[in-house]
């Protein structure tokens, strides 16, 4: 399983009712049905993929731009400080920002603006067919995600991935495979086209 990165607008801090801040910082580090920006093709992650079951069967952090040494909550096998909620919209998740340096850096930079973004780290099964389709359409290569099978973080981040989105680590390797793999459809096409005629 290849660990893949996507992020996410919306992103907040919420207030409690005597107008004092919290520290708790919720978002959507998925939100379905939503198409990514061009990332060399464009992805959707389809409602059904992500499931309450699977969230709680992961050993999920909540990091800090996805730095393993950045850890601002844990959800291990459903329990801990991270609470995750897959509903209609998508995942959604939800921490109090630890008392700790990490956390009073994080509350500062959502109060100022400057995070406002979420993001998530996730795998496809290998084995599972079905995880994935692959389209052209009007010249565009479209991925369409129908079943994770495993998430390992979400994380507030500085730069976006889903606008709901836009990339935010993809590998030249990976891009360079994509492009491998559009052009073998291509020719796939091409030779089907040829037993047609």
């Known amino acids: ?18 107008g004092a801040e919290s520290r708790t910082v919720q978002g959507y580090a998925v939100v379905f049905e939503s198409e990514s920006e061009d990332l060399g093709f464009i992805e959707v ?10 969230v709680d069967s992961c050993d999920i952090f909540a990091k800090f731009n996805h730095d393993d040494n950045k850890v601002l909550a844990r959800s291990n096998r459903g329990k801990g400080s991270l609470k995750l909620t897959v509903d209609e919209v998508g995942l959604k998740y939800e921490f109090e920002a630890p008392h700790t340096d990490l956390g009073d850096s994080l509350l500062e930079n959502i109060r100022r603006g400057e995070i406002y973004q979420s993001s998530f780290a996730f795998a496809l099964s290998n084995d599972d067919k079905n995880a994935q389709k692959w389209e052209k359409r009007n010249g565009k290569l479209y991925r369409t995600i129908n079943n994770i099978a495993y998430l390992f973080d979400v994380s507030p981040v500085w730069q976006p991935a889903y606008s709901a989105t836009t990339c935010d680590k ?4 990976e891009l360079n495979t994509i ?3 559009e052009q073998k459809y291509d020719n796939m096409l091409e030779e089907l086209k040829s037993y047609i005629n």
Do not use: F, P, W
């Open 179 to 181: 492009k491998e793999r």
């Open 170 to 173: 993809r590998s030249m390797d």
């Open 1 to 18: 399983m290849d660990k893949l990165i996507r992020n996410i607008g919306n992103i907040e801090v919420r207030s409690l009712e005597d």
């Open 45 to 54: 992650i389809k409602r059904g993929a992500i499931t309450q079951e699977l």
